[in-house]
């Protein structure tokens, strides 16, 4: 990676990170069972198009900026875990490929056991370390009390996010044209073409 492309895709991600935390503290809707964060939206784009370490340091950092700058309880670091997780599935799959098979397969493996299954483990585990026993005092207690709200949530997480990304699919030649570093990637192509030609 050439150095000024580099810094380019350290000056976004530090831009999505900062979004992160903003969309994960002040544009959250707090329902009685369940919260949903729009946190994942810089998260995506980090991930599609910056690449799958970006998308994860993205993902990571977010939720620990989030977690330290306004915490909303004890830190637990199995949620930043997950979090960087996500950033780099997605962009494993939807970095260089952007296709509707590949965004559904991401969010089912972001979301499904991402979000439902290691989160739900998380929050489990949260509750036991921390002494909150609203839900009783064992994981699988915890599980099965959790286990109809979490289930909706991912749900409409997995709905949300699959539409977020069909959209991305359309737009993202328009952005990718206007990407600096993607200019510089074409530009080195051209190069090089013109020297293969001997022009």
Do not use: H
């Not at 509750?127 to 005092?137: A, L, Q």
């Amino acid at each position: 990676m050439k150095k000024r492309e580099y810094t380019l895709k350290l000056t976004f991600s530090a831009m999505f990170i900062a979004l992160y935390f903003v969309l994960d503290r002040f544009a959250a809707i707090n329902l009685p069972s369940n919260q949903y964060k729009l946190s994942f939206i810089p998260l995506i784009l980090a991930a599609v198009f910056l690449g799958p370490l970006w998308g994860m340091a993205v993902g990571g950092l977010g939720d620990l900026v989030s977690a330290l700058i306004m915490p909303t309880g004890p830190y637990f670091p199995g949620f930043t875990v997950v979090s960087a997780l996500m950033g780099l599935t997605i962009g494993l799959l939807c970095y260089k490929k952007l296709t509707a098979p590949r965004a559904v397969l991401a969010v089912f493996l972001c979301q499904g056991i991402g979000g439902l299954v290691l989160n739900t483990l998380n929050l489990a585990f949260y509750f036991i370390v921390n002494g909150i026993g609203t839900y009783g005092e064992s994981v699988g207690a915890i599980i099965g009390a959790l286990a109809l709200s979490r289930a909706i949530q991912a749900g409409i997480y997995f709905v949300v996010k699959v539409l977020f990304m069909l959209l991305l699919i359309k737009i993202k030649p328009r952005l990718d044209a206007v990407l600096p570093w993607s200019r510089d990637a074409a530009q080195d192509i051209s190069d090089t073409d013109d020297a293969a030609k001997g022009i």
